[in-house]
């Protein structure tokens, strides 16, 4: 076994991986998939797949808000950034990624009056002090981030501001699981459950999968120990031959989430019927849209919003990493045509996406490794 | 976007209930506390961050380990501080 990225914990993490491989079964492999992009980072920047037995396999899932994004909905907000009179605003992560007709910074470059907000509150804020503007708020994310979008159009209906509204793209996480499990290309044995999303849901929503599906699933802390007690927890869930939902991140997430942040997230959106994953396709129930109540504050009844389609560029493979059917470097144009500076697929351009991950670190500690075994 | 800061309560703002300042890593900025009802929350509380809004209240251990694991992950926390940095959160 290699030890490639040191850190404090390294002997716990040494004594825990030997934990894990006494758990496996002689000639069986394992398959885990960690759903979000924050322990895909912790995965490759702590080199956490080189502590773990040949037998493990750390497979990376969807849980990349921007990762998910497709093309069209780019195209949509760069149109609707190009009415006369729109300021749009969204998080720094989407600044990159590429539509049909480029990124916001090239629509940007064309004129484009586009600003990059920490908070939606920030959005506000511009919408507040540009009373004649129209200002738009691309929200992106899963439940983490819903709740925040939907508190910040309840203050703006509270305070009757009439210039702001949202382009609604948020998704939820159970879908996407099940969309999966579903999957005809990927045998799974367990997962390691979204830590932050958790605070939100709770653990209750994944009881269908060790119900329904027999797989275990442990929600998991970032940390590197957490990661690998999650795999451990799994692991002795398989050795005992059941399949249960655990909370190794009980320290933040309670058992039933935040059940004001769920409120508030139902009193202001509702499901779409459907919408359209990057790389998964059409899932059906499985995105948020702002509720007639609430139409005021909806980019999509405010603006005409053109709605086509845009097929994925042929080279990008992104579809099959967030699957977790390939590994980043297993991509023909990862590293090369595809790096994070100018990238093809949206996994690239986020910094919780699993190539983008993989390129800054991954790499980087299997050349340490390289050099270690040299000298 | 996802990445949870750690914060440190430094006032609850009397005008405003559903904000705090709060300190994140030497920055301090106007934080919304409102999903976090009835928890009670005083300065010298830790909660975890995103976006603008706190999302759970966390014990100073926690804060501690996840300021630490933040750190260790480099750019992409380097990032959202320089974003909170900019951000000028308030209420009308």
């Known amino acids: ?375 | 976007m996802c990445l949870g800061i750690p914060g440190e309560i430094v006032e609850i703002l009397s005008d405003h209930p559903d904000l705090a300042k709060v300190d994140v890593s030497g920055v301090r900025r106007a934080i919304n506390i409102g999903l976090l009802e009835g928890e009670a929350l005083a300065p010298g509380d830790w909660i975890l961050i995103h976006v603008g809004f706190a999302l759970s209240k966390i014990d100073e251990a926690e804060a501690r380990s996840a300021l630490d694991f933040l750190e260790s992950i480099g750019q992409a926390y380097e990032d959202e501080i320089a974003a909170l940095r900019e951000s000028m959160i308030e209420q009308g």
Not at chain 1, 62 to 73: A, T, Y
Not at chain 1, 89 to 95: K, L, Q, V, Y
Not at chain 1, 267 to 287: K, Q, Y
Request: aromatic fraction near 8%; glycine fraction near 10%; charge should be neutral.
């Open chain 1, 1 to 375: 076994m290699r030890f490639v990225d040191e850190y404090r914990d390294a002997d716990k993490a040494r004594a825990l991986a030997a934990r894990i491989a006494a758990l496996c079964e002689p000639g069986r492999a394992y398959k885990f998939m960690e759903v979000c992009g924050g322990h895909t980072h912790t995965i490759y920047k702590h080199g956490l797949e080189d502590y773990l037995p040949p037998a493990v396999t750390l497979v990376h899932g969807p849980g990349c808000p921007v990762c998910v994004i497709p093309m069209g909905r780019v195209d949509d907000a760069i149109h609707i950034a190009e009415q006369p009179g729109v300021i749009m605003t969204t998080f720094g992560d989407m600044m990159r990624v590429p539509g049909g007709r480029g990124s916001f910074l090239e629509a940007m470059a064309r004129g484009a009056d586009i600003r990059m907000v920490y908070s939606p509150l920030d959005a506000l804020k511009i919408a507040r002090e540009n009373p004649d503007k129209q200002v738009v708020f691309m929200a992106i994310g899963f439940e983490t981030t819903a709740p925040s979008t939907a508190m910040t159009i309840l203050r703006a209906k509270a305070e009757g501001i009439g210039n702001f509204s949202v382009f609604c793209n948020h998704v939820t996480i159970i879908p996407a699981i099940k969309a999966i499990l579903d999957s005809p290309d990927l045998r799974l044995d367990g997962f390691i459950g979204p830590g932050h999303v958790s605070t939100v849901i709770g653990c209750r929503p994944y009881g269908f999968i060790a119900r329904d599906y027999g797989k275990p699933l442990v929600v998991a802390g970032f940390e590197p120990l957490d990661v690998l007690q999650s795999v451990y927890q799994n692991l002795v869930q398989l050795a005992e031959g059941r399949a249960a939902v655990e909370n190794q991140y009980a320290r933040v997430v309670p058992w039933d989430g935040n059940p004001k942040a769920l409120a508030v997230i139902n009193e202001v959106m509702e499901l779409r019927p459907h919408f359209e994953w990057r790389g998964l396709g059409f899932i059906s129930d499985s995105a948020l849209r702002v509720t007639e109540r609430y139409a005021a504050f909806d980019a999509e009844r405010i603006f005409r919003i053109p709605g086509g389609r845009v097929a994925d560029p042929q080279a990008c493979q992104c579809g099959e990493v967030l699957k977790g059917v390939l590994k980043p470097w297993e991509c023909k144009v990862f590293g090369t045509a595809c790096t994070p500076e100018t990238p093809i697929g949206t996994c690239m351009v986020s910094s919780e996406g699993a190539c983008a991950a993989y390129y800054n670190f991954g790499r980087f500690s299997r050349d340490r490794v390289k050099e270690a075994t040299r000298t």
